[in-house]
């Protein structure tokens, strides 16, 4: 079992920035392929980002590419997103995700999940 705990989230206005991390307990990340995702009220949930357990090229949703920036530091057992210039269609549900031996392509299965947390950006 992998536990995820999200952190990082809060309101602010648009074109700032935040960045969340999820720290894993259960077991090491390093076989663990990374995801973000958010749902926003009255919406399905939507891919962000996700990182490979191999460490190699990440993937990004067209609507945050250039804007948002996944990473992870395995020692820490922690995922990270950092995120720039927000717009205030970011605001949603933010979750991230464990996918065993996951490439990171948005159509991964993800087998844990975190708790969420909120981000608003204010117009």
């Known amino acids: 079992q992998v536990q995820l705990v999200e952190s990082g989230g809060g309101l602010v206005q648009a074109g700032g920035s935040l960045r969340h991390s999820c720290a894993a307990s259960?077991?090491?990340?390093?076989?663990?392929?990374m995801g973000w995702f958010r749902q926003a009220p009255g919406k399905e949930r939507e891919f962000v980002a996700a990182?490979?357990?191999?460490?190699?090229?990440?993937y990004y949703a067209d609507s945050v590419k250039g804007r948002f920036t996944i990473s992870r530091d395995n020692a820490k057992n922690t995922v990270y997103l950092q995120m720039n210039n927000l717009k205030p269609e970011d605001t949603a549900v933010y979750f991230c995700?464990?996918?065993?031996?996951?490439?990171?392509?948005?159509?991964?299965?993800?087998?844990?999940w975190g708790q969420g947390t909120q981000v608003t950006v204010s117009s």
């Open positions: 990182t490979s357990y191999t460490g190699g090229l990440p």
């Open positions: 995700a464990a996918d065993f031996l996951g490439g990171g392509q948005p159509f991964r299965q993800y087998d844990y």
């Open positions: 259960g077991r090491m990340l390093y076989n663990y392929g």
